[in-house]
């Protein structure tokens, strides 16, 4: 029941600011727009970064072995064997990027001069990094494989020219994503990238909140009051998961009806997937405002650990163009198990009962709960000193 008093002061006294509630509605939608035409181009990569290939050997031959031996000098690329069922489960799911397929005759169509059956399966999201891959094995698996068709036309006494161009037909690298690409690819990096953003940005003002509360002696009397301290720090993080969830359909809402994003066969993963990132967007604006005593330390900290968050966590650059360890540093942010949810909605087309998506769902859970946890600790430990 004390929850529920401090949920209904908190929508209150929020609803009551109308330039914080317009503020809160408007600002992402800008910057949602301004990032979707930014995100529309995206381009290059840096040196340091590894594109993850995985190799799949049906044809199991000499020939094809070498071949792929010859693919981890590639500097550009990481290489991983596997079989080609997993391969293609993995980038369905977005676990690896592309999966590199020799299939059986390989070696049997080069020595006959046949079209080559080997292709390129790809994930959906990585498109832009499909390019670099096909220029690299262009570079180092093309030519060798060019010569050997050559060597065993002039065997046959066919002139080399006259069939050079011939050749290049039959050692296209077939390719094709796994998914549909979609045209919005750019809205969906704008949308998941810029919602989780504003989200942590608005819930850990929260920390300022409770700093006013205790500069004008609110705080102390509902420290006073019959209320208990997790009345009142759940009542703070239920009206802030309302405002979340809202601020969140309303920019999906906008990105439909703007950009074109597809929303209603998905709006069932898609809610499931907002809650989740609420609940932690939420819990991780308690624990700013459980730990800080100050409102200068309130803006300091949030806006340091929101900025921090969102620039590994693939907010403000796309993850795949972060060197890679980056990219596994970015893994301990909200932003990035958020997003990648919305990928696996809206560009990979997973099912909802995935579990690679619910594996998303659960880990923001799973930080919600664990911030939560430690903030009700922190919040009690501190309650005194606050007042």
Sequence with gaps: ????????????????????????????????????????????????????????????????????????????????????????????????????????????????????????????????????????????????ISKMMNEKL????????????????????????????????????ALAGTAVMMLLFSLTAMGARLIEEKENGTLKRLLSSPLKTTDILAGKMLSSMIFAICQLFIMMIFSSLAFGLVLLPNLVPATILIIATAFACASFGMFIASIIKTREQAQGVSTLATLIMSAIGGSMVPSFLMPQWMQNVGHASINYWAIQ???????????????????????????????????????????????
């Design 341 to 387: 949810g919305f990928f696996d909605i809206f560009i990979r087309q997973l099912q909802i009962t995935d579990f690679v998506f619910l594996g998303r769902v659960a880990v923001l859970i799973g930080i919600g709960a664990t911030l939560s946890f430690f903030s009700l600790i922190l919040f009690r430990n501190n309650a005194t000193s606050m007042a």
């Design 154 to 189: 002039i065997i046959q006494m066919k002139n080399f020219e006259s069939n050079s161009k011939e050749i290049n037909k039959l050692m296209q690298l077939k390719n094709s994503p796994l998914q549909k690409v979609p045209d919005n690819q750019g809205v969906v990096q």
């Design 1 to 144: 029941m004390g929850m529920f008093i401090i949920l209904k002061k908190e929508l209150q006294a929020f609803f009551k600011d109308k330039r914080a509630l317009m503020l809160g509605i408007l600002m992402p939608i800008i910057l949602i727009t301004v990032f979707s035409l930014a995100f529309g181009g995206l381009g290059g990569k840096g040196k340091d970064h590894k594109i993850q290939l995985l190799v799949c050997d049906e044809d199991k031959t000499d020939l094809s072995k070498e071949m792929i031996g010859g693919l981890d000098s590639i500097e550009s690329l990481a290489i991983f064997t596997t079989t080609t069922d997993s391969a293609l489960n993995l980038v369905k799911r977005g676990r690896y990027s592309a999966a590199l397929i020799f299939h059986k005759g390989f070696t049997d169509s080069v020595k006959a001069v046949k079209h080559l059956p080997w292709e390129l399966k790809y994930d959906a999201t990585r498109s832009i990094e499909m390019g670099m891959v096909q220029q690299s094995l262009l570079q180092n698996l093309y030519g060798k």
